[in-house]
């Protein structure tokens, strides 16, 4: 069974730093595509960033381009998202996602 589990979440004031994980298990790591969505409260998911297998190849949304990025260790089966100059805008749950499964989220917050 695939899983996925994020951690690294947690309240920061603006123009901070999180890293965020995403453990993986039940499946071949280094086989998949991978991403990080984030959800606002009342709304859908909204893409954010993404990973190819290999770990060569990432998109970002505007919104976090140059302020965000990700990376894979096909080692550790592990991803993460380095969040760095974090905004207030930056607050919701974030997700991991691969081959359509989805962790359980982890919350960010940005406030002062």
């Known amino acids: 069974e695939m899983q996925l589990v994020e951690s690294g979440g947690g309240s920061v004031q603006p123009g901070g730093s999180l890293r965020l994980s995403c453990a993986c298990s039940?499946?071949?790591?280094?086989?998949?595509?991978l991403a990080w969505v984030r959800q606002y409260p009342g709304k859908g998911p909204d893409w954010i960033s993404y990973?190819?297998?290999?770990?060569?190849?990432?998109t970002y949304a505007d919104s976090v381009k140059g302020r965000f990025a990700i990376t894979k260790d096909n080692v550790r089966n592990t991803m993460y998202l380095q969040m760095n100059d974090l905004k207030p805008e930056d607050t919701a749950v974030y997700y991991c996602?691969?081959?359509?499964?989805w962790g359980q989220g982890t919350q960010v917050t940005v406030s002062p």
């Open positions: 996602n691969a081959n359509g499964v």
């Open positions: 990973i190819n297998s290999v770990g060569d190849s990432t």
């Open positions: 039940g499946f071949t790591f280094g086989d998949y595509d």
